[in-house]
């Protein structure tokens, strides 16, 4: 490790929080209704869109049929997606000739679009067209996003509003998400990603002659609206088969940077949108400081183990750490700063290769996943998964001291611990049930590039970033087969939707109690007395449901000096 690289570590965690308050700010004046800046050129269009599509945007509803509405919606997404692979070579705007994707594969992709997971199993160049990457992928990419706020606006909403059945409206909310937040960022983004060297055409993939006199084929496309989408909304899923670690969609040091700001900026901004909406903003950084302290342990393991390198790089004369499968121009430290952003974010966009890296190195980004996507989490996916490990660390706490189990508030009753487990559960029933399947069926043990522990931590990494919605590969395994395919989707559904149903409900029941002042029995929840008891019960809930062996298994191959092995 060097002073250089924990300047870079600090200075990006000082730009992410010096953008919370200001991007907070703006966010709770959209989904307030209140006026911002934008307002003049995009309030005609607002209005607009919801007389197209019959919507009284004063009319809210209840948790319900928030939720339904958000399945419906879904579900159109779906299947435009899946219509567009099926019949893209159809489809004008495929100047690579692309054919028709096959069944299961389009399967599994429109799911994983869908669900903000954007797990690939195929090589975006090699496979879509132009207008499938678009209309498709980039499209669902903006609405998976603002699906996700609008649903932690609306679990915001339980906190915050007294003795109401509504939370809001989710087509109002999904609306302003896209114009206000989304679109505006996404311009300016795409024009400095293209300033970087990012194509963005329409045009045909280049012919070129090599410097042997040989033919190679350059793809090309529009290639900087896809990253900035993927990036801003954690969706993570690359226009090429490389992702971030492509030339074409991650050219310089700089543009790793400023796209490594922006998968946390609109999640960490988020907080603070918790706290102005419950009228105390010093609630929202504390929920930050839980963030940042599970963030901060994990960069600093992973960077540590990174520079260090193993005993058997070094028997090789090799020193400087581990710099197998990283990009040299972003080294050792942006390239483990990325892994646990882009897995503690739910990105899934990878500039490196996580099979590459060391045994405790590669054991944080699955650890990250295994947590629920909590640690600033996927836009607006992420604070709602907190706030369900708040409301267990606020019951836990009643238990222990004999002190009100109350939030902002809010009487935390049995209720809504019980959609808080619901929701947590779910996630280790889905990514070892599936792991404990794959490792013993004869044909999902042979899509593994790896035989022995090595592999076994190709299917884990695998449904494990299926279920939390991640989208990042640990490398190795083959992913386009049948089995691959249907169980990896059933993963991403299950864990995206089987979360929110429980969240929404908690949001609703929330909602609906009277707001209580505070009293001398109730637990105070902005100081590091709160954090702490968070973070403890994160990380108790997680060593007794998630890997309470499979962490094990790094620490072992760390110590007896093994590379490139997590177990």
């Known amino acids: 490790m060097t002073l250089i690289g924990w300047f870079q570590i600090l200075l990006y965690c000082a730009i992410v929080v010096a953008l919370v308050k200001p991007l907070g700010w703006y966010m709770t004046r959209v989904f307030n209704g209140e006026r911002t800046f934008m307002s003049p050129v995009l309030r005609p269009v607002e209005t607009g869109l919801y007389w197209i599509g019959g919507v009284d945007e004063k009319r809210e509803q209840h948790w319900l049929t928030y939720t339904v509405a958000m399945l419906l919606f ?65 499209h669902q990419n903006f609405l998976s996003a603002a699906t996700g706020i609008a649903l932690a606006v609306a679990l915001i909403r339980g906190f915050s509003r007294s003795s109401m059945r509504t939370i809001g409206n989710f087509w109002v909310d999904v609306t302003r998400c896209t ?97 102005r909406m419950v009228g105390n903003q010093r609630q929202g950084w504390a929920i930050l400081a839980v963030m940042g302290v599970l963030f901060l342990s994990g960069v600093a393991v992973t960077y540590w183990a990174e520079a260090n390198g193993t005993s058997t790089l070094h028997a090789l004369g090799l020193s400087g750490g581990n710099m197998e499968g990283k990009e040299v121009r972003f080294g050792i430290v942006a390239s483990s700063l990325f892994a646990v952003i882009t897995t503690a974010a739910s990105c899934g966009a990878v500039n490196a290769m996580h099979d590459s890296f060391t045994a405790l190195g590669g054991m944080i980004p699955l650890i990250n996943m295994q ?125 995206r939707f089987f979360m929110i149903v429980p969240a929404m409900a908690l949001a609703g029941s929330l909602a609906a109690k009277k707001s209580i002042p505070p009293s001398a029995g109730t637990l105070p929840t902005t100081g590091g007395l709160f954090v702490g008891l968070v973070v403890g019960v994160i990380l108790i809930i997680g060593g007794l449901t998630f890997f309470p062996a499979l962490a094990l298994g790094p620490i072992v191959e760390h110590l007896a000096g093994n590379a490139n092995t997590l177990f």
């Open 74 to 138: 879904h579900i159109g997404g779906f299947l435009v997606i899946y219509g567009l692979m099926r019949l893209q070579a159809l489809l004008p705007f495929n100047p690579a000739g692309q054919s028709a994707v096959a069944q299961d594969l389009s399967f599994n992709t429109a799911i994983s679009f869908i669900t903000n997971t954007n797990w690939q199993n195929y090589g975006g160049e090699s496979t879509l067209s132009y207008l499938t990457q678009m209309l498709g992928l980039t």
């Open 179 to 275: 114009l206000y937040v989304l679109l505006p960022i996404c311009i300016l983004y795409t024009l400095f990603l293209v300033w970087q060297g990012i194509p963005q055409t329409l045009g045909a993939y280049v012919e070129a002659t090599t410097l042997e006199g040989g033919r190679q084929t350059i793809a090309v496309g529009p290639v900087a609206s896809q990253v900035a989408i993927k990036m801003l909304g954690t969706n993570g899923g690359g226009f090429f088969n490389a992702n971030a670690s492509d030339p074409f969609e991650n050219p310089t040091a700089l543009s790793n940077f400023v796209q490594m700001i922006s998968i946390f900026a609109l999640g960490a901004a988020l907080t603070n949108v918790f706290g």
């Open 371 to 495: 947590l629920g996507e909590i640690i600033v989490g996927g836009v607006g996916a992420g604070l709602y998964g907190m706030l369900l490990f708040v409301v267990l660390a606020i019951f836990v706490a009643g238990l222990m001291v004999g002190r009100t189990p109350e939030y902002v508030g809010k009487k935390i009753e049995a209720r809504e611990v019980k959609m808080a487990m619901l929701a947590i559960l779910v996630l280790p029933l889905m990514y070892l049930g599936w792991t404990a399947v794959a490792v013993v069926l004869p044909s999902a043990v042979a899509s593994m590039a790896n035989a022995g522990p090595h592999g076994f931590t190709e299917v884990l990494y695998a449904f494990t970033s299926a279920t939390g919605n991640n989208g990042s590969a640990f490398g190795g395994l083959t992913g386009n087969t049948f089995f691959y395919n249907l169980t990896l989707a059933s993963s991403m559904f299950v864990g």
